[in-house]
């Protein structure tokens, strides 16, 4: 994430230090400034503890509001992309709920073998998926 931001212009903060607090990625061009939380896809323990991985970030995420924030992102691994429209299609209200309550929240589904990324807003996860 950090390599395709930097590529992209963006200045990031410094790297987190193994057990530091705090935002993963404070990332800035021109007058955007996105608070980025990063999840790992720790195969195989995907299923329900990749669940619990998911929603800790978000939390994280919505709370960078706290400290100002303007955009809060969970960039996630683009393999977790089926299962995160399965989850908002399962879980319909609460999730329009949340993307009116956090407008500025986003999901970011990261390649890793091409190292590119797509930006989709919490509210466009209940469309059908554009690929």
Known sequence: MRECLSNEGYSLSAEKR?????????????????????????WPRAGSGWGRDFFEAFFHAVSRLDEGAE????????????????????????WIRIAGAFPELEVWLVDLSTRTYRQIAWKDWLEPSRE
């Open 71 to 94: 955009h809060v992102v969970v960039a996630v691994p683009s393999i977790a992309e089926s299962g995160l429209r399965e989850r908002a299609r399962h879980h319909r209200i609460a």
């Open 18 to 42: 193994y057990g530091e607090r705090g935002v993963d990625i404070i990332a800035k061009r021109d007058d955007v400034t996105y608070h980025v939380e990063v999840i790992g896809y720790k």
